[in-house]
C-alpha cells in the first residue's frame, strides 16, 4: 500500500523519432540514422493530481528532449548501449522517476535483408 502522499503511476511516451549514430564499425558510425524510442517512467503523480497544474507534473517535453540528447550525445557500437544509455540519463536527470523502461527501435537495420523490418531492445532500470 502506497504511503501518505504517494500515488505510484507511470508515464509513458512511445514512438519518440530521435536521430543517433550506432553500428559496429566507424563508417556505421559516422552515419546519423533515426531511432524510435519508448520510454516509460514509474513516478510519484499525487502532486500533480491534487494540484492540477502543470508544474507539479513531470515536464514531458523535457524528457523527450533529454532522450533526443542521449541518443545523439555520441555514436555507440550497440543498440543495447544506446538504450542503458538513455535510461541512466532519464534517471540521473529526473530525481522523481523512480524506474525507468527504454525501447530504442532501429528501422529497416542492415543485416535483415528486408526493407519493413525493425530490430528493438528494451531496457528496465
Request: charge should be negative; glycine fraction near 6%; proline fraction near 5%.
Given at each position: 500500500m502506497p504511503a501518505?502522499?504517494?500515488l505510484p503511476g507511470s508515464i509513458i511516451i512511445r514512438g519518440l523519432r530521435c536521430r543517433g549514430r550506432q553500428g559496429p564499425t566507424g563508417a556505421d558510425q559516422q552515419q546519423a540514422h533515426d531511432y524510435?524510442?519508448?520510454?516509460?517512467?514509474?513516478?510519484?503523480?499525487?502532486?500533480?493530481v491534487d494540484r492540477d497544474e502543470l508544474a507539479s507534473a513531470l515536464n514531458i517535453a523535457d524528457v523527450a528532449s533529454c532522450v533526443r540528447e542521449e541518443?545523439?550525445?555520441r555514436p555507440r557500437v550497440l543498440i543495447e548501449r544506446m538504450a542503458a544509455d538513455v535510461a541512466r540519463a532519464l534517471l540521473a536527470r529526473f530525481e522523481r522517476v523512480t524506474e525507468v523502461r527504454v525501447k530504442v527501435e532501429k528501422p529497416e537495420p542492415a543485416g535483415l535483408d528486408a526493407a519493413a523490418e525493425a530490430v528493438e531492445i528494451a531496457i528496465s532500470r
Amino acid at each position: 500500500m502506497p504511503a501518505t502522499g504517494e500515488l505510484p503511476g507511470s508515464i509513458i511516451i512511445r514512438g519518440l523519432r530521435c536521430r543517433g549514430r550506432q553500428g559496429p564499425t566507424g563508417a556505421d558510425q559516422q552515419q546519423a540514422h533515426d531511432y524510435l524510442v519508448d520510454v516509460a517512467l514509474a513516478v510519484n503523480v499525487a502532486d500533480a493530481v491534487d494540484r492540477d497544474e502543470l508544474a507539479s507534473a513531470l515536464n514531458i517535453a523535457d524528457v523527450a528532449s533529454c532522450v533526443r540528447e542521449e541518443l545523439s550525445r555520441r555514436p555507440r557500437v550497440l543498440i543495447e548501449r544506446m538504450a542503458a544509455d538513455v535510461a541512466r540519463a532519464l534517471l540521473a536527470r529526473f530525481e522523481r522517476v523512480t524506474e525507468v523502461r527504454v525501447k530504442v527501435e532501429k528501422p529497416e537495420p542492415a543485416g535483415l535483408d528486408a526493407a519493413a523490418e525493425a530490430v528493438e531492445i528494451a531496457i528496465s532500470r
